[in-house]
């Protein structure tokens, strides 16, 4: 059985039924046995073409030449001008260099540099009758609309089984949690299976230590944490949400756990990846 999110915590799969993966009902319009996929790969999706938001063409090729730049010497980038990549992460990693550029962020790159054979061995392994069998369960539940998740037997699908069995086989301690599929799905629209996995570790053990282990601690104590910044930054929701009983473990692990991935637009998921990549848990808006 899926690890729960304990006694007072509501499990992210059961917050929303299986159609509720961001960018498939958030997102999706218009009728019609056919929809063609947004430039996200969200069938019917609404952002087929670019928006009045969306930056030109001119300074989407400017950042992208920036971003080159950057990742050609990546170590003497960060050391010297970290501030520089920080601005660039909060503007948003073009498109088109994003699987390049999360790895080096997260520092999965050089972890997957340093064990080059590791998750092959991991995906070659039998994994875990228990976990296999709950992975399985859930893979349809991951962006059931977005193009690369639609078939069980597609490359989606089974590069998720794989990404998440080969986790539950490099942290046998940890297991699977049901909030790692989501998160683990954003990284395969973007990466390989092997930079799926390398960045899945570093965002369960780097930046959110403690929120996939049994008993989740940490995540509790992040929501006592966020409800003191609610009552001292906006007391007035505060207030509101005590008066009706709506404690943060009701919607907290839903939006921490999965990273937003199941609560905000996919452009909004994008931008705050980028950052979070970049500076950690302080990126999380208020």
């Known amino acids: 059985m899926a690890r729960a999110l304990g006694e007072d915590l509501v499990q992210p799969a059961e917050l929303q039924d299986d159609s509720s993966s961001l960018g498939s009902d958030s997102e999706l319009s218009g009728p019609g046995p056919y929809r ?3 430039r996200y790969g969200f069938i019917g999706g609404s952002s087929a073409e670019p928006g009045p938001g969306h930056p030109p063409a001119d300074l989407i090729r400017q950042r ?3 971003w080159v730049e950057m990742t050609s010497h990546w170590e003497k980038t960060m050391s010297r001008r970290y501030k520089k990549v920080k601005i660039q992460c909060r503007k948003g990693i073009p498109s088109s260099l994003r699987a390049r550029c999360w ?3 997260c520092g999965a790159q050089v ?3 340093n064990s080059p054979r590791t998750y092959q061995e991991l995906a070659e392994a039998p994994g875990d009758p228990q976990w296999m069998e709950t992975i399985g369960r859930d893979l349809h ?3 059931p609309l977005h193009e690369m998740f639609v078939s069980p037997q597609g490359h989606g699908q089974q590069g998720l089984l794989q990404v998440l069995k080969a986790y539950t086989l490099y942290r046998p301690e940890q297991g699977y949690c ?3 599929g989501p998160v683990a799905a954003v ?3 973007h990466l390989p299976p092997e930079e799926a996995f390398w960045c899945l570790v570093q965002i369960c053990e780097v930046y959110l230590p403690g929120y996939y282990g049994p008993h989740m601690e940490a995540v509790r104590l992040d929501a006592e944490v966020f409800m003191a910044l609610l009552r001292r930054l906006l007391p007035r929701v505060h207030k509101h949400l005590q008066q009706v009983g709506v ?3 009701l919607y907290l692990p839903e939006w921490f756990l999965c990273l937003f991935t199941r609560s905000l637009p996919f452009p909004t998921v994008l931008r705050i990846w980028d950052a979070f990549l970049s500076e950690g848990v302080r990126v999380y808006p208020i």
């Open 141 to 143: 539940r991951q962006f």
């Open 103 to 105: 790895p080096l962020l």
């Open 178 to 180: 049901q909030a790692q």
């Open 64 to 66: 992208e030449m920036k």
């Open 111 to 113: 972890c997957q540099n």
């Open 36 to 38: 063609q996929a947004d």
């Open 187 to 189: 990284l395969l629209m």
């Open 247 to 249: 404690g943060p473990l």
